[in-house]
């Protein structure tokens, strides 16, 4: 099967920017999609950003869009998520998804595999 482990959460300072990485091991394909989504205690998983791994096609929740960028490194299976200007309320979970098909990039039902998340915590 697949699995996923990110990295480079942490508690930084409002308005820095910080790195996380997701690493996928097992089986992948060229057909390959990962993602990023957050989820804050008491509140629903949000969307933040996805991308394809054979055209790099990607796709952004519009709150991160000039914020947030993702990217991939396929020899290393690694997706990433650059997130600049962090903001208090930035301050959740993040998990990283992985999924064998690269349709409906924002739809968190789509993926079938999923992290154990990073936490992230921007102070004021």
């Known amino acids: 099967q697949v699995q996923l482990v990110e990295s480079g959460g942490g508690l930084v300072q409002a308005g820095v920017s910080l790195r996380l990485s997701c690493t996928a091991s097992?089986?992948?394909?060229?057909?390959?999609?990962m993602g990023w989504f957050r989820q804050a205690p008491g509140k629903e998983r949000e969307f933040v950003a996805a991308?394809?791994?054979?055209?790099?096609?990607?796709a952004y929740a519009d709150w991160a869009k000039g914020r947030f960028t993702v990217s991939k490194d396929n020899a290393k299976n690694t997706v990433y998520l650059q997130m600049d200007r962090l903001k208090p309320e930035d301050t959740v979970m993040y998990y990283c998804?992985?999924?064998?098909?690269?349709?409906?990039?924002?739809?968190?039902?789509?993926?079938?595999?999923w992290g154990q998340g990073t936490l992230v915590t921007v102070s004021s």
């Open positions: 991308i394809s791994w054979n055209f790099g096609v990607t």
């Open positions: 998804a992985a999924k064998f098909h690269t349709g409906q990039l924002k739809d968190g039902t789509s993926y079938n595999f």
């Open positions: 097992g089986r992948t394909a060229s057909n390959w999609a």
